[in-house]
């Protein structure tokens, strides 16, 4: 099993930018990938950003050049947030892929507004 904690979200007003941190525990050694997403009401949860073990980073289209994704450490992985627009408004949820299951968090709100 593994357990991810999110943090970082809040208000930000448009342009401004944000830093989100997720912290994995419990059965890390075996993660092959972690990436956030994000979703709003009514809406399918949707890529932001992926980082595997092995291959390419990958962004969703709508965050290109604005967003980047980052480990920080052996179980903690961010997502810098810059340019932020109204339209990012959403709850951030970070996942972590391992041995074909899928773990999500509790997921973070993020409001872009002035």
């Known amino acids: 099993q593994v357990q991810l904690v999110e943090s970082g979200g809040g208000l930000v007003q448009p342009g401004g930018s944000l830093r989100l941190s997720c912290a994995a525990s419990g059965s890390i050694g075996s993660i092959t990938a972690m990436g956030w997403y994000r979703q709003v009401p009514g809406k399918e949860r949707e890529l932001v950003a992926g980082?595997?073990?092995?291959?390419?980073t990958k962004y969703g289209d709508s965050v290109k050049g604005r967003f980047t994704i980052s480990r920080d450490n052996a179980n903690t992985v961010s997502l810098q947030m810059n340019s932020l627009k109204p339209e990012d408004t959403a709850v951030y949820y970070c996942?972590?892929?391992?041995?074909?299951?899928?773990?999500w968090g509790q997921g973070t709100q993020v409001t872009v507004s002035s």
């Open positions: 980082l595997p073990n092995i291959g390419r």
């Open positions: 996942r972590a892929e391992r041995l074909g299951s899928h773990y």
